[in-house]
């Protein structure tokens, strides 16, 4: 529980908020909007903090994956962000999970609970996705996010953390989280499993974390910038792999004696990707696509058919799987702070996007420091 509201029973909740809108495409404007109140089974959330994810960044120029009621998320009064974190500062109706001043951080989708999906625990494959009517959210996607000082959250889309997790690391919670799912899909048992990761980006590099935290051996990262695999050594990484020194298939091959992977997490979204992860993988071997080109590719589909070889892709953090990453999280088994490397207050959010999208002085996660403790 935070320090400023511990011991109060009400934490005055302001009328009205600043929020950072959506108008066209790349038009964000900070503007003053209502405090939203929290309904049944919501609770309402100080954002204290949020990173800029990759995903922002695609929303604001193209709207998609945005969606609100079925309409690109453009001129709807709409705030984007999903990876924030924040303290409870009030309770909707019948709300007893949490108590105002619980730090929490936040997965993204909470679905609708009644589609197929989501009674299958896929509540990031939604059937109702964007339906508000139906009872969807996915925060920053098709519901208000947390560019903003406020913000709604389902009860089912918070995970408590504890006071000695930083503002900062726990809004990295979602993205490891989203690693961990990934793993999961491949319906996995990691331990002592040889795992490539294609792509040191902010899922990649916590994928590296998490496969390392599960007991994967060894886990192998694949990239071309030689600052990003040097962090995935620091997160896990037996072996790293310049592409542009060394073919990665040749390398994972020399790494395995010959044998090839079992897993393989591809986060690099390159166009050859699956092609090379086809041939690290040894005969009924999993891949696991967390990113993807832009473009339509061409594919060894013979390869990948002979050989048995399973391909998955994930959308989103689902099964829970924030949670268990938080878990690894509160127990120091990685230390997930090295990939966060600028922080800005709400007023810069365009300049925090911007350091993000470009990359600016090496940056990886960009984070925006909303509350001042
Ligand atoms: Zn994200
Ligand atoms: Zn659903």
Same mark, same amino acid.
């Given at each position: 529980?935070?320090?400023?509201?511990?011991?109060?029973?009400?934490?005055?909740?302001?009328?009205?908020?600043?929020?950072?809108?959506?108008?066209?495409?790349?038009?964000?404007? !900070?503007?003053?909007?209502?405090?939203?109140?929290?309904?049944?089974?919501?609770?309402? !959330?100080?954002?204290?903090?949020?990173?800029?994810?990759?995903?922002?960044? /695609?929303?604001?120029?193209?709207?998609?994956?945005?969606?609100?009621?079925?309409?690109?998320?453009?001129?709807?009064?709409?705030?984007?962000?999903?990876?924030?974190?924040?303290?409870?500062?009030?309770?909707?109706?019948?709300?007893?999970?949490? /108590?105002?001043?619980?730090?929490?951080?936040? /997965?993204?989708?909470?679905?609708?609970?009644?589609?197929?999906?989501?009674?299958?625990?896929?509540?990031?494959?939604?059937?109702?996705?964007?339906?508000?009517?139906?009872?969807?959210?996915?925060?920053?996607?098709?519901?208000?996010?947390?560019?903003?000082?406020?913000?709604?959250?389902?009860?089912?889309?918070?995970?408590?953390?504890?006071? %000695?997790?930083?503002?900062?690391?726990?809004?990295?919670?979602?993205?490891?989280?989203?690693?961990?799912?990934?793993?999961?899909?491949?319906?996995?048992?990691?331990?002592? %499993?040889?795992?490539?990761?294609?792509?040191?980006?902010?899922?990649? !590099?916590?994928?590296?974390?998490?496969?390392?935290? +599960?007991?994967?051996?060894?886990?192998?990262?694949?990239?071309?910038?030689?600052?990003?695999?040097?962090?995935?050594?620091? +997160?896990?990484?037996? /072996?790293?792999?310049?592409?542009?020194?060394?073919?990665?298939?040749?390398?994972?091959?020399?790494?395995?004696?010959?044998?090839?992977?079992?897993?393989?997490?591809?986060?690099?979204?390159?166009?050859?990707?699956?092609?090379?992860?086809?041939?690290?993988?040894?005969?009924?071997?999993?891949?696991?696509?967390?990113?993807?080109?832009?473009?339509?590719?061409?594919?060894?589909?013979?390869?990948?058919?002979?050989?048995?070889?399973?391909?998955?892709?994930?959308?989103?953090?689902?099964?829970?799987?924030?949670?268990?990453?938080?878990?690894?999280?509160?127990?120091?088994?990685?230390?997930?702070?090295?990939?966060?490397?600028?922080?800005?207050? !709400?007023?810069?959010?365009?300049?925090?996007?911007?350091?993000?999208?470009?990359?600016? %002085?090496?940056?990886?996660?960009?984070?925006?420091?909303?509350?001042?403790?």
């Amino acid at each position: 529980m935070r320090p400023d509201i511990r011991g109060t029973n009400e934490y005055r909740v302001p009328d009205t908020m600043q929020a950072w809108v959506l108008g066209g495409p790349e038009e964000l404007s !900070l503007v003053d909007k209502p405090v939203p109140e929290p309904g049944p089974a919501e609770v309402l !959330l100080r954002v204290d903090a949020i990173a800029v994810c990759a995903t922002d960044i /695609e929303v604001l120029q193209h709207g998609r994956p945005a969606m609100i009621d079925g309409e690109l998320p453009f001129h709807k009064n709409w705030t984007p962000g999903h990876e924030y974190m924040g303290t409870v500062v009030k309770l909707g109706p019948g709300v007893d999970e949490f /108590e105002v001043g619980d730090r929490v951080t936040v /997965e993204v989708h909470a679905g609708c609970g009644r589609c197929q999906r989501c009674r299958e625990g896929m509540y990031t494959s939604c059937l109702n996705y964007g339906y508000r009517a139906k009872g969807h959210r996915a925060n920053g996607f098709t519901t208000d996010g947390g560019f903003a000082q406020y913000a709604i959250n389902n009860v089912n889309t918070m995970v408590h953390i504890p006071d %000695e997790m930083s503002d900062p690391e726990a809004t990295l919670v979602v993205t490891a989280g989203t690693a961990m799912y990934g793993l999961d899909v491949m319906g996995g048992i990691i331990a002592g %499993e040889a795992v490539v990761v294609i792509g040191p980006g902010p899922i990649g !590099l916590m994928g590296v974390a998490v496969a390392k935290a +599960l007991g994967a051996q060894p886990v192998i990262l694949t990239g071309t910038r030689d600052s990003r695999l040097e962090m995935g050594k620091q +997160l896990g990484a037996d /072996e790293v792999v310049n592409l542009n020194r060394e073919d990665p298939v040749e390398a994972v091959r020399r790494i395995t004696k010959g044998k090839g992977v079992q897993y393989v997490l591809e986060c690099s979204g390159a166009p050859n990707a699956l092609n090379e992860a086809g041939q690290m993988v040894n005969r009924g071997g999993r891949i696991c696509l967390a990113a993807f080109p832009h473009e339509p590719v061409t594919v060894d589909l013979a390869h990948l058919v002979r050989n048995n070889i399973y391909v998955f892709g994930i959308r989103g953090e689902g099964k829970s799987a924030t949670h268990r990453a938080a878990a690894f999280m509160m127990q120091k088994r990685f230390d997930a702070t090295l990939i966060h490397t600028h922080t800005f207050p !709400l007023a810069e959010v365009p300049t925090a996007i911007k350091y993000a999208r470009e990359r600016i %002085e090496d940056a990886i996660k960009v984070v925006v420091q909303i509350h001042e403790h």
